[in-house]
């Protein structure tokens, strides 16, 4: 079906997500800038002779573009941010997440797609807090006490599509889409060292069983379901006792979270108290700690979308078809969405 609305966002992410402004398009294509302006705020139909124009200097098909065969989901969309995002930053991450759903609905069509992960909002009453979230999705999905072994293959498992994508800034670690009638999809910084990937993406569930509309107590709501879910109170307090810097040290392995983490959880579930929780934080800035850790975690590596695409290469299908269906080049295929990054 022919839409303009479609094509406007999807031009739009084409253009951003190849990192070109309106007027670098424009001299690419020789299409003139308004016109572009127009195309993407949705006010000009497009026209066949313009769209391939504008498709062959974006180096994508034009059936992605023009609006005749996908249109860009609503969803919610939700990043953990280190610190503020510059827009141009943020701007370029919605684009890649608005073509990443795009080839993702069209790659895994023939799997049994439907993610399983539940909404649980937080009444306004206050009986339940993000912790008691974290603990039913923990018992609804049977998982026994202690660490989470893998948190990418759980939530591949209940239906989530992990990538490791090269995400432009260094300032986010994931960034994460929920669409009401689309599969979800979580990009993962391929910079991000896994046990601040593990949190991110225990963080993003958190948002997703949580919360519909961003809020002012979100993120703290959030960060509360992901200690809980990675570091349940009952399971871990007792080893954070007097937590130490060589203690949280070795618990890092163990649980897969940042010393950071671990030292913040400490605090949390009075394991430590607040001048102890503070000693420790001058201890990880004077060791150089906060910016670099030691003990490395190995970053988890998703599965599921390469999966899904060795299978139709095994019915038969090649690479190049399954590049066209999805809208995208060979080499865009291989690089993003079978090679981890
Ligand atoms: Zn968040």
Redesign the pocket.
């Known amino acids: 079906m022919f839409s303009t609305a479609a094509s406007a966002s999807l031009l739009e992410a084409s253009r951003v997500a190849h990192g070109l402004t309106q007027a670098e398009l424009s001299a690419a294509s020789g299409v003139a800038q308004g016109v572009i302006s127009k195309l993407e705020s949705g006010n000009l139909t497009p026209d066949p002779a313009r769209m391939s124009a504008l498709a062959k200097a974006l180096g994508v098909p034009v059936s992605l573009i023009d609006g005749t065969t996908m249109s860009a989901p609503h969803a919610r969309v939700?990043?953990?941010k280190q610190a503020s995002l510059p827009a141009k930053a943020s701007h370029k991450l919605h684009a890649d997440m608005v073509l990443a759903h795009v080839r993702l609905s069209r790659l895994l069509r023939d799997d049994d797609l439907g993610s399983s992960i539940p909404h649980l909002p937080l009444p306004e009453n206050g009986l339940y807090t993000p912790s008691d979230r974290a603990r039913e999705v923990r018992k609804m999905w049977g998982l026994p006490p202690g660490p989470v072994p893998s948190i990418v293959d759980l939530l591949e498992s209940h239906g989530v599509p992990c990538l490791m994508w090269d995400v432009s800034s260094a300032r986010v670690d994931a960034i994460a889409s929920w669409p009401d009638d689309a599969t979800p999809v979580i990009l993962l910084s391929s910079r991000a060292p896994g046990d601040r990937l593990r949190f991110t993406v225990a963080?993003?569930l958190g948002?997703a069983v949580m919360h519909a509309v961003p809020c002012a107590d979100?993120?703290r709501q959030?960060d509360e379901f992901a200690s809980e879910f990675l570091m349940p109170r009952k399971d871990i307090k007792d080893a954070l006792v007097g937590a130490t810097l060589p203690r949280l040290a070795a618990l890092k392995p163990i649980w897969g979270t940042s010393i950071a983490a671990l030292a913040r959880r400490a605090r949390d579930v009075g394991a430590i108290n607040d001048s102890q929780y503070r000693s420790l934080n001058i201890e990880l800035s004077q060791s150089g700690y906060r910016k670099n850790e030691p003990v490395h975690v190995n970053p988890e590596l998703p599965g599921f979308v390469e999966r899904a695409i060795a299978k139709r290469l095994a019915k038969g299908e090649t690479i190049s078809q399954l590049a066209d269906d999805a809208l995208i080049s060979v080499d865009e295929l291989q690089r993003q969405y079978l090679e981890v990054v």
């Open positions: 939700f990043h953990r963080h993003e948002h979100c993120e959030a």
